[in-house]
Nanobody, 115 residues
């Protein structure tokens, strides 16, 4: 019933930029975020936004990625700059009503950064 649709992934050279989008159907979520998982590694937090302004970032992406949201479109964005090969992973959108609620996941979008 809840649907999260990611877009914007692709292939980019090191140092380049990409913007990911995640559109949620119907529901308005207080907390939305991005996670990523590379082959052989566990899923890790990339960025999270609570409400419209409170954000946290994973240590690996601080200073390079920015999360934001558009309430009118019920969409969260992840602006990725200065991309590194280590950023290569499947990026997943996550949404929940509050920290005590179960989270919903999108299908993921592949980001590949070449050297």
């Amino acid at each position: 019933q809840v649907q999260l649709v990611e877009s914007g992934g692709g292939l980019v050279q090191a140092g380049g930029s990409l913007r990911l989008s995640c559109a949620a159907s119907g529901n308005i979520f207080n907390i939305m975020g991005w996670y990523r998982q590379a082959p052989g590694k566990e899923r890790e937090l990339v960025a999270r936004i609570t409400g419209g302004t409170s954000t946290i970032y994973g240590d690996a992406v601080k200073g390079r990625f920015t999360i934001s949201r558009d309430y009118g479109k019920n969409t969260v964005y992840l602006q990725m700059s200065s991309l590194k090969p280590e950023d290569t992973a499947v990026y997943y959108c996550n949404a929940k009503f509050d920290k005590y609620s179960v989270g919903y996941w999108g299908q993921g979008t592949q980001v590949t950064v070449s050297s």
